[in-house]
């Protein structure tokens, strides 16, 4: 026991090194934006109360980092607040501003400001618990795709107007244009793009740990530099607004005293629902999508419920406490993750680390261009413009991406709420004139009951008769669209819990009519489902928009086969089977063993041998054609043959298929009539060919081994019977 103690020290002391070393490298990017966010949210006439924007940003990030790391479903979950959680944040923070100034330009605003964003913080935890215990977090899967990609491209456009409003402290409208013509405002947006370049060339390339913040200290460095060419002191910077007037020490205040309290203007509250159901509403989709996105990444499966109430929590705490709203983030927490965090005291590490930043932000900002980081908002809100603008023109059709465009538009010129109910609208209406709700499953099947027409001897009919439930098949139809593809994921889930011998997951995509670019997400849940049991999934007849939406989400790949025709994959499946179940030794029985089996006796396989031609045929040979006269039967020892009937345009169709171990054209044998169908071997074969002769001088010579011969042709006849009546009774389900 005490060796066992001995050994596992090291072990824990690796691992918490490692957390502390991830958490740092997230630290660093839970810093870096912190500023800029705090820059973000107490700008204009918030910002001689910069000093409580910080604490407020840091207090935040360290509640949020501790909370969540402690009740995560991801031991190295990093959370803090995030660009589109800020950036709603801020426009409700300027939205009360506005309503305070105008009914009594000199009240004070810090104290409105404060109460606003901790009030949003805790009502939105409040929301989110909510969503987590009652299981309605969920319901945002039902949110059309074009809606949520409207939505946090208009938070994009925002935070690229809050960073305008950050470099030159006006706003941009038309109304406000004149005040942007001059070299100074012009120079001053020049260089921050100049940054937002460098950024996007360097660090948005590379994502390393500390390339960053590196990035940042050049663009200070160089700041300096050219201000000390220019001939510019420091003080002379400042007063011209190329750099942030340094705040005062952080001061925290909690904005819950009586007097506050009564002096809030709460007539200007139903002004504010809008903005604070915008808020909730980005809390909560970026809660769920971010966690998606780990999900993939790190090749876990969280708990939804557990993740709503945990950020509820967190967020409750924040807005006690003075702070905002945030969440879990991708990029800090995937950082942390690559870095070796595992743990949750990589969390912990961020939160200690942002608890620190409420003494040493203020003498940060005192030396930081205004530049740089307005240059730092310009690349994340172009960032986001560009994956929810141009990126997701490849997903969305053309229906779906006017859509998006449109919400943008609406939100920007009407606000989110109208922007959001808007877009569900449009959204309801497209669904309604794509698809009606009916079940996306027409019938299932497995492998027992419905097999390929390739007609097996029956060694091979008795490993399928046992195993085949190992391929369970879907007959997909209609149009699979956000809400009946997570209908198929839940039908899925069942099937493979009732089914845990399933191995081939086959879905028929022939009846299908469409596809949604969001039913992707469902699809990529079946895999992550799919690949936790080594399930391999086989997509036949897969439409093209099918195919384009699953690519670019990255779903085929690794054990997904897409196969052209449903018999080809069945049979492509028993082939698998058939060869795990009996190995070698089937393959290399020989043709005494087969004519033994199929007569009873030795003696009557090695007479039958000598009355048998060996012949053997390339692939694409035509062994008989339609038309002539049937004077020979053939046992297949190897290979392949298809019986082909003529289609349209000169075409041939195969109707059936024979293995090895079965025979073929005993009827004809028998009746001396002409060929109805081509036979074609499809693959390499060794056949032994029987001639009408050869079978006449049989019946004279053995009588009884003709009559063995006779009864053999007629049971095979009555299986092929049976197969043929238990399909016909599958296809009319």
């Known amino acids: 026991m005490v060796s066992r103690s001995l050994k596992g020290e090291p072990e824990l002391i690796r691992k918490a090194l490692n957390d502390i070393l991830g958490g740092s490298a997230a630290s660093v990017l839970t810093i870096t934006f912190g500023l800029s966010y705090s820059l973000l949210i107490f700008t204009g006439p918030l910002a001689p109360h910069l000093s409580y924007g910080l604490a407020a940003t840091f207090i935040s990030s360290a509640i949020l980092a501790a909370v969540i790391a402690w009740g995560s479903s991801f031991p190295f979950a990093i959370a803090a607040p995030e660009s589109s959680t800020a950036a709603m944040t801020g426009i409700l923070a300027a939205s009360l501003v506005e309503h305070v100034v105008a009914n ?106 500390f390339g960053l913040p590196a990035m940042l200290v050049g663009g200070v460095v160089v700041g300096h530099i050219a201000f000390w060419l220019a001939g510019f002191t420091s003080a002379e910077a400042q007063a011209s607004g190329w750099t942030f007037q340094p705040p005062p020490s952080v001061s925290i205040m909690l904005p819950w005293n009586t007097a506050d309290i009564a002096r809030y203007p709460w007539h200007a509250v139903p002004d504010l629902l809008g903005n604070l159901v915008a808020v909730i509403f980005v809390t909560a989709s970026s809660t769920l999508f971010n966690t998606a996105g780990i999900e993939v990444v790190a090749h876990r499966e969280a708990n939804l419920e557990r993740e709503l109430n945990v950020t509820g929590l967190a967020n409750i705490l924040s807005g006690a406490f003075g702070g ?69 023109r490849r997903r969305l059709t053309k ?62 009919q008795t490993v399928l008769t046992a195993h085949g439930g190992q391929i369970q098949g879907l007959n997909l139809q209609s149009y699979l669209f956000f809400g009946s593809a997570n209908r198929l994921y839940q039908h899925v889930k069942a099937l493979l819990a009732q089914r845990p011998e399933c191995r081939y997951l086959v879905f028929d995509f022939k009846l299908v ?91 009557d396989a090695v007479a039958l041998m000598h009355r048998c031609e060996r012949v053997e045929i390339d692939a694409g040979e035509i062994i008989v054609s339609a038309g002539d006269v049937a004077d020979s039967m053939h046992f297949i020892l190897d290979g392949r043959v298809g019986i082909m009937v003529p289609a349209d345009e ?33 693959v390499a074969s060794i056949l032994y060919v029987l001639s009408a002769h050869q079978f006449e001088a049989l019946k004279i010579d053995d009588p009884s081994l003709s009559q063995k011969l006779l009864t053999y042709f007629v049971s095979v006849m009555a299986e092929r019977l049976t197969f043929a009546n238990r399909t016909i009774a599958v296809l009319r389900r």
């Open 399 to 460: 229906t779906e991406y006017v859509s998006l465009l449109a919400i943008i538009v609406i939100i920007l010129q009407w606000g989110f709420v109208a922007g959001v109910l808007i877009g569900v609208v449009i959204g309801c209406a497209t669904f309604a004139f794509t698809a009606a709700r009916i079940d996306p499953i027409k019938f299932s099947f497995d492998g027992s009951e419905y097999r390929s027409s390739l007609d097996r001897s029956r060694d091979d």
């Open 324 to 392: 905002y709203t945030g969440c879990i983030s991708v990029s800090r927490t995937i950082l942390n993750f690559s870095s070796g965090g595992t743990g949750r005291l990589a969390g912990l590490t961020v939160a200690a680390i942002s608890v620190l930043m409420l003494a040493v932000a203020p003498m940060l900002l005192g030396y930081m261009p205004k530049f740089v980081l307005g240059g730092l908002l310009i690349y994340l809100g172009a960032d986001q413009l560009h994956k929810w603008i141009i990126e997701s």
């Open 650 to 682: 000169g075409r041939t169709t195969r109707v059936r298929s024979l293995g090895r171990y079965t025979t073929i054209g005993e009827m004809g044998l028998v009746s001396q009539a002409q060929r109805s169908a081509t036979i074609q071997a499809e």
């Open 104 to 209: 009594d330009p000199s009240a004070s605003l810090l104290a409105p400001a404060l109460m606003t964003l901790g009030l949003s913080a805790i009502v939105t935890g409040i929301v989110l618990c909510g969503f987590g215990v009652t299981r309605m977090g969920r319901a945002i899967r039902y949110v059309p795709y074009p809606v949520v990609g409207g939505f946090l491209g208009a938070t994009a456009c925002l935070i690229l107007l809050g960073a305008v409003r950050v470099i030159t402290g006006h706003r941009l409208q038309l109304t406000t244009l004149d005040q942007f013509a001059n070299i100074l405002t012009l120079s001053e947006l020049a260089a921050a793009c100049a940054m937002a370049l460098a950024l996007y060339l360097t660090w948005h390339r590379t994502r390393t740990s």
């Open 513 to 603: 009519t469409g596809f949604d670019s969001s039913a992707a997400y469902s699809f990529a849940q079946i895999k992550r489902s799919a690949d936790e049991r080594h399930i391999e999934l086989v997509l036949v007849h897969l439409p093209k928009l099918a195919e384009k939406a699953l690519r670019s989400s990255g779903f085929i790949s690794g054990r997904v086969r897409i196969v052209p025709e449903l018999d080809h994959a069945l049979e492509q499946c028993e082939n698998e089977i058939i060869a795990k179940h009996q190995g070698h030794e089937q393959e290399e029985a020989n043709l005494r063993d087969w004519f033994t089996q199929i007569l009873g006796t030795p003696r």
